[in-house]
């Protein structure tokens, strides 16, 4: 096939993946996993990371990865960030009433998000403020690509939402390009190691060493840290003896869907999944 026969073809996959994406949205038929969040000294969830579900009628199955950059491209974000808010923000404060105990939400928040801050905070704390959930149990996942555009309109929602008590984490730490000088100025709480150290952590030993000094720098700044896509007992193990605690990964949980979290829940007898 020549180069712009597969270009086209590409153009084509793109446009249908957002004409069905943006009816997707429309119709309400967006859905929410959620994967636990533990702290695997003792197995004990603490929360749960909301994660964007979408299984069209005509394409099937769709990955995350394949259409969050479309739906960017296209200016879809903001209003399947709403889909996705709502949905979550209902889902934990009904399980914050039946479990009695008050989980952490965390949520993936894209760097076009942050193009206009200021509706992105008011809507973030009305959608909060609407389902009666605590800021502080709330936290948004960012990337460093976010940090590396609209850097002042950035910082100042940042430091808003900070105000506001909700806590900042960097999704996929360690594969960025943005210079580690924001970890003083930026009020971040918690790194996420990308899951690529921890799986070929046995493979390769710089990555070990890796993992090591990211466990470190969190320490040394007073961060908190969680490791992402443990799989395998000896990579939790590894995790534990470095003073890594916070971890979500297949090992305890894949993501699952509201009635599969509430199963879980409630058969881990309080929490422990062992
Ligand atoms: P992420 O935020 O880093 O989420 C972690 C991804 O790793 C999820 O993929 C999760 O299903 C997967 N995962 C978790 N544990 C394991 C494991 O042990 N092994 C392996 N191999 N994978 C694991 P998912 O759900 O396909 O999401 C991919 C990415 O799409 C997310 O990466 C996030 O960047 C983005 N995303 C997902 N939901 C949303 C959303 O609601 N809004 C935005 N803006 N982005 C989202
Ligand atoms: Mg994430
Ligand atoms: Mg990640």
């Not at 996942?141 to 002042?152: A, H, V």
Request: charged share 25%; hydrophobic share 40%.
């Amino acid at each position: 096939m020549i180069y712009h026969e597969l270009l086209n073809e590409k153009q084509t996959e793109k446009m249908q993946i957002e004409k069905r994406l943006r009816k997707a949205i429309q119709k309400e038929t967006i859905e929410v996993y959620y994967q636990p969040k533990v702290d695997a000294r003792h197995n004990i969830i603490t929360g749960v990371e909301a994660l964007v579900r979408w299984h069209d009628e005509e394409l099937g199955f769709v990955s995350p990865e394949v259409f969050i950059c479309i739906a960017e491209e296209a200016g879809l974000i903001h209003s399947l960030w709403e889909s996705v808010m709502n949905i979550a923000c209902c889902q934990i404060s009904k399980w914050n009433k039946m479990f009695n105990q008050e989980l952490t939400l965390a949520m993936n928040f894209s760097p076009r998000q942050f193009q206009d801050s200021s509706l992105l905070v008011h809507e973030v704390k009305a959608a909060l403020s609407s389902y009666k959930l605590n800021p502080g149990s709330f936290e948004m996942e960012i990337t460093e690509s976010t940090l590396l555009i609209n850097t002042q309109e950035t910082i100042k929602a940042l430091h808003e939402l900070k105000e506001y008590g909700i806590s900042i984490s960097i999704d996929d730490f360690g594969t960025g390009y943005s210079s580690l000088s924001y970890l003083k100025n930026l009020p971040i709480d918690c790194l996420k190691i990308d899951r690529s150290f921890i799986m070929d952590m046995n493979e390769d030993d710089s990555n070990r060493k890796i993992i090591q000094a990211i466990i470190s720098l969190s320490q040394s700044l007073n961060l908190n840290v969680i490791a992402e896509g443990v799989e395998l007992e000896y990579q939790k193990d590894f995790l534990l003896e470095n003073g890594c605690v916070h971890m979500q990964g297949y090992l305890f949980s894949r993501p699952l869907c509201a009635i599969g979290f509430e199963s879980l829940f409630c058969s881990s007898d309080g929490q422990s999944i062992d």
